[in-house]
């Protein structure tokens, strides 16, 4: 698939990337309390928005950084055949402090229809392919819908246990909904063997594969 490759081909660019500002001094700022960005964050989404642009200039993006696009969003991508969904670095505050476990992670939904009601904006449609790289850890995860997922190639599929008491899990919340969250957190943790917050949610999404 086309769109697929490209996918994995400008993650790596973009992982390259990071982690070549990785050995350099970082700007870091703060969005809210606790919830960090870089300027190396900045330079990955336009690495990542550059590259879509020279090959798909008639896609639609949706970005992490990019504020602006995330105003009117059903205006903006209601004619888009395709959008693309990029987080340029998951983990943010992971890779601040230099712990490997953070992520490019980059998505392609494919549109069918556009709605409006009176409270919600609703797109319509598939996400056909998805790329999440963790260049630290050299593990790139990749999907095709209807094709299965991989990592690096290689097929993977979902655990078989099934009992909550024989279970690792994972999970992760916003510094904003900390006390809220960690009664949850508890109540699981003393139900199942254990549960982790790894601080970047795609490669959550991506060890349960």
Known sequence: MKILNFAVRTAKKAGKLILEKSEKSLTITEKAKNDLVTNVDIASEKLIINEIK??????????????????????????????????????????????PIY??????????????????????GDLIAGVVYAPRLKELFSAEKGKGAYLNNKKIK?????????????????????????????????????????GSAALDLCYIA
């Open 54 to 99: 020279k090959t798909f200039p008639d896609h639609a993006i949706l970005a992490e950084e990019s504020k602006k696009s995330h105003k009117k969003t059903l205006e903006l991508f209601a004619n888009s055949k395709y959008i693309w969904i990029i987080d340029p670095i998951d983990g943010t505050t992971n890779y601040a402090h230099n712990l």
């Open 103 to 124: 992520t490019v992670s980059i998505g392609v939904f494919k549109t069918k229809s556009a709605e409006k009601s009176k409270n919600y904006d609703y797109l319509s």
């Open 158 to 198: 979902v655990s078989s246990i099934k009992k909550l008491s024989n279970s690792l899990n994972v999970t992760g919340f916003p510094p904003t909904h900390k006390n809220i969250n960690f009664p949850y957190f508890k109540t699981m943790t003393l139900k199942s063997q254990a549960v982790r917050r790894l």
